[in-house]
């Protein structure tokens, strides 16, 4: 078995060392590294100013300038004619942007038969005031003549200048904030009457057309419906589906090709089980459009094989000494599987579910298509009501021309990163928790 | 009574069955459950299955069976002349009718008595109560929403009671069933092993149901454009007609759709299968394990993040700044200031999305290359090869099936990703070759032809089944293709 090379007789001559380019290789090897370091620091580079760009452009958005000036509720202006206590669409239809601007305009010293001075003063206030001040009229009719400090939201350009967002560098006429707002706005600013709060707008707030008044209130509990529908419907039909196939089914075609069949559906593009509830769910079925039912049915289908195939795996994992201890001291096949298997496979259940959910979560194509871009001011009640979803609301601020729903855009994406960020973390440490090795 | 309060009566109806029957079948064995066949617990299950189980089918067969049967009566009594009319238009009046009936029941009866057979009046009213109506109610429609509503009613009753009824005589039989020898642990799980294959069934429904509703609304389609116009045609020019105005038809080529699809997945994959390749050769071969514990985590952040996140990320960032740069170099060139990179252009979305397509690629080979035996390496480390001779002479050729077919999962990840299209490259449907204009993909002119308020029967949108079906075929070949690869090629190292 072994040879044992024997030299001839005789000495050996002394090879002559060959050139087998070691210099060459080396730095080939060298360079093949940098390669892989490159390649590496690209794909992280790029995540950081991912991240960045989106952080950056929107920390801003959880802060909105705010004018607090003393707001004389004249009945002039809101009530002329003391007809609100036959008319009820009096108070709700009154003219309260005149209010503030009154306010606003007093405070800043302009002349009431000013009437460039005063547009420019009615700029600089959010349109959104007539909601805020109706709502406060409506509440207490008894503030009608009276004088109350309130907090009025700065106009969406007049934030963006305050924030310093807009180039004041730039001729006043390309730009949307005059010279004399700006003055103006310096002016407040001094006097302590402008400045900056924190922005609860943006996650109480229905869709507005006015960025400053806009925020995520409803595509959050669209977002939320959806997420619940599909948790309580994908979990526990993801879960019988893979002790199914893991734990009974026989080896034959037809489980071979629902094997397929569900590796297939995990590579299938999202949009086209957008297509799927577009016919099924709202032609066929006649489900109302921008429900969140819909919406939840779609990612349902979307997030069942990620599911099933985590679930599998999960099941995979626990030794079959479990199962032949649990057989053998009489328990059925059923009860192995459901009272050893299965709680031992649940944090791998959970943890695939958890990343289902957060994929379901930043999911916009199929959406858009079951007619979710609706513009939605008004919360939904329940899930059969039209509703948006945050990954949508997004897609629809990204296609807003104004500066300032950039501001709004990036906002919106940390929320969710957030959100996406949470989950994530859970369901690492409920793998680091829970995950055992046998 | 409602279908909530029917289910809420049922599942109390089974909770006092599992009671009841755990409790009988414990007073039957005397108290000793041993000498049952199975633990009480299964027979109250049983008890319980028996009631609900089947008066739960009747309940969803009548709900979907009995509005077909209703409504059908309902149109077949609608006037003559009105049966005359089209489709739509009888549609229509049925829509009225329904919108009708729902008021009726928010009027009181005194309200009804009082409106009479005014038409005008009945519209009045149920506006103030939030039912607005299409137009003024004819008085057949009237009688009928009537009949709606009294037919709805019977079929109510009707449901509630045979569906009390079942679950009872369920109940009661099943009781009756409880004895010693009794195997209801058997009879139990079998009802759970029928519970699991329905489950899995699920999955092949709904690939039945993608094909089958795109193939019946793609059949729509080609009955209005003939397909070889379609498949091959060049031009996309869907011409959004006005309402009423269907005879303007447009052209419908899927030729440039698909190869601004193409393209744009082509520039993606320049980006994302070296940088994703060497990054998985350099995380399984060189890095040490700290670093790999931190960097393949976050490599696989980005495959995490929305796709809208990074179509916000082109539009925003990458397409402006490529313009940017563009004009300077051109200014620094020819001191034209002009850019030649558009802000949305194949280079901006393909670039973004390879981005996006890196950890796919990566993690996948990661996992490939890892999975190639250490004998391999430890035998032509020996021979004298250095570390990156032996990944391209060795663990490469090795991977390799592996590796081809994760790139061909990645690729029609790449066709079917809609959001960063969507945002970043643009809508025009044009053929050219620069990457640096503008072109149009499938998954964008789904999304464009189907958002907004279209009539279900125009050729504009229903062509987007048919581009839908192509995009399905398209990556389902991709995927069976490299699950194919995969496992021909593969090396049984044993």
């Known amino acids: 078995m072994t040879d044992v090379v024997s030299s001839p007789a005789g000495v050996l001559a002394r090879p002559a060392r060959r050139d087998i380019g070691i210099k060459r290789r080396y730095a080939a090897e060298r360079r093949f590294r940098a390669y892989g370091i490159a390649a590496l620091s690209f794909g992280l580079l790029f995540l950081a100013l991912l991240l960045w760009s989106v952080v950056s452009k929107g920390y801003t958005a959880f802060q909105q300038t705010m004018i607090t000036v003393p707001v004389e509720f004249s009945e002039q202006i809101i009530d002329k004619d003391n007809e609100r206590a036959t008319d009820p669409q009096k108070l709700m239809t009154a003219n309260y942007p005149v209010v503030a601007r009154n306010a606003l305009a007093k405070v800043l010293g302009v002349a009431e038969n000013d009437r460039a001075g005063l547009r420019a003063v009615n700029q600089m206030i959010s349109d959104a005031v007539r909601g805020q001040l109706r709502d406060m009229v409506t509440a207490n009719p008894q503030i009608i003549g009276t004088t109350q400090t309130v907090s009025l939201l700065a106009a969406g350009d007049i934030d963006s200048a305050f924030k310093g967002q807009i180039d004041l560098n730039v001729s006043e006429n390309n730009r949307k904030v005059s010279d004399q707002q700006v003055g103006w706005m310096n002016q407040l600013a001094e006097a302590g009457a402008l400045g900056k709060h924190f922005n609860t707008g943006i996650f109480v707030n229905g869709n507005s057309s006015r960025p400053e008044a806009a925020g995520v209130g409803v595509a959050l509990i669209g977002s939320f419906y959806m997420m619940l529908i599909v948790l309580v419907l994908s979990l526990p039909i993801g879960v019988a589906a893979s002790i199914y196939l893991e734990e009974f089914a026989p080896k034959n075609k037809f489980t071979d090709l629902i094997e397929v069949n569900i590796n297939n559906l995990a590579a299938v593009p999202s949009i086209v089980y957008g297509l799927l509830g577009l016919a099924v769910f709202i032609n066929f079925m006649n489900l109302p459009r921008s429900a969140s039912l819909v919406g939840g049915l779609v990612l349902t289908l979307m997030t069942l094989p990620t599911i099933i195939i985590a679930t599998r795996a999960a099941l995979k994992a626990v030794p079959p000494s479990i199962r032949a201890a649990a057989l053998g001291l009489g328990a059925s096949k059923m009860q192995t599987i459901f009272h050893h298997v299965l709680p031992l496979a649940m944090p791998g259940i959970l943890t695939g579910t958890i990343i289902g959910l957060a994929h379901a979560l930043g999911e916009t194509a199929p959406l858009l298509l079951i007619g979710m871009v609706a513009f939605v001011a008004n919360y939904p009640t329940t899930p059969m009501d039209p509703s948006t979803a945050l990954p949508v609301q997004i897609y629809m601020w990204a296609n807003e021309a104004e500066r300032a729903f950039v501001e709004r855009t990036s906002g919106a994406i940390i929320i969710l990163l957030l959100f996406l960020i949470v989950m994530n973390v859970g369901a690492i440490l409920l793998r680091r928790r829970f995950e055992r090795r046998w | ?494």
């Open chain 2, 1 to 494: 009574m409602s279908t909530p309060l029917i289910l809420l009566i049922l599942a109390i109806i089974a909770i006092v069955c599992y009671v009841v029957g755990t409790r009988h079948a414990l007073a039957i064995a005397g108290g000793v459950s041993s000498r049952l066949h199975s633990r009480p617990g299964y027979y109250g299950t049983f008890v319980a299955i028996c009631a609900v189980l089947p008066a739960a089918i009747i309940l969803a067969a009548w709900l979907v069976v009995s509005p077909f049967y209703v409504n059908s009566t309902i149109l077949g009594g609608f006037p003559e002349d009105v049966k005359a009319r089209s489709t739509a238009e009888q549609g229509l009046a049925f829509g009225m009718v329904s919108s009708l009936a729902r008021g009726m029941d928010v009027l009181t009866l005194e309200e009804i008595d009082s409106i009479g057979a005014d038409a005008v009046a009945l519209r009045g009213a149920l506006g103030a109560k939030g039912v607005p109506l299409a137009g003024d109610p004819e008085p057949y429609m009237v009688e009928s929403a009537g009949d709606l509503n009294a037919m709805n009613k019977i079929s109510n009753r009707l449901m509630t009671a045979l569906v009390l009824i079942v679950a009872l005589i369920g109940a009661g039989f099943s009781y009756t069933r409880i004895s010693h020898r009794f195997r209801a642990r058997n009879r139990v799980e079998k009802v759970i092993l029928g519970t699991l294959v329905v489950a899995s069934s699920i999955a092949i429904i709904t690939t039945i149901g993608i094909v089958l509703s795109m193939l019946t609304e793609a059949g729509h389609f080609f009955g209005r454009v003939p397909a070889w116009e379609f498949f091959f045609g060049t031009v996309w020019d869907p011409r959004f007609a006005a309402a009423g105005a269907s005879a303007s038809e447009g052209q419908f080529g899927l030729i440039p759709l698909l190869l601004g699809t193409l393209y744009i997945g082509l520039v993606a994959m320049l980006v994302a299968v070296p940088v994703g390749l060497f990054s998985a050769i350099y995380m399984s071969e060189y890095a040490s394990p700290r670093l790999r514990s931190v960097a393949k985590p976050l490599l696989e952040v980005l495959a995490g993040i929305p796709t809208i996140v990074y179509g916000f990320f082109a539009l925003t960032t990458v397409g402006p700044f490529l313009r940017d740069l563009s004009s300077s170099i051109n200014g620094i060139a020819t001191g034209d200031f002009a850019n030649f990179i558009q802000a949305q252009s194949v280079l901006t979305a393909g670039f973004v999305m390879g981005i996006m397509l890196i950890p796919y690629v990566s993690s996948l080979s990661d996992d490939i290359i890892t999975a190639v035996p250490r004998a391999l390496r430890d035998g032509s480390l020996g021979l004298g090869a250095t570390k990156s001779e032996t990944i391209k002479k060795v663990v490469m050729p090795a991977a390799l099936p592996g590796v081809v077919g994760a790139l061909l999962m990645t690729a029609s990840r790449a066709i079917g990703e809609t959001m960063i299209v969507v945002l970043a490259a643009g809508v025009a449907a044009r053929m050219q070759l620069n990457p640096f204009e503008p072109m149009t993909t499938v998954t964008v002119k789904i999304v464009s032809q189907l958002t907004g308020d279209l009539e279900f029967t125009s050729p504009q949108t229903l062509v987007a089944f048919a581009l839908g079906i192509t995009l399905f075929v398209i990556t389902l070949c991709l995927n069976i293709y490299a699950l194919f690869i995969v496992r021909k090629y593969r090396e049984q190292y044993e």
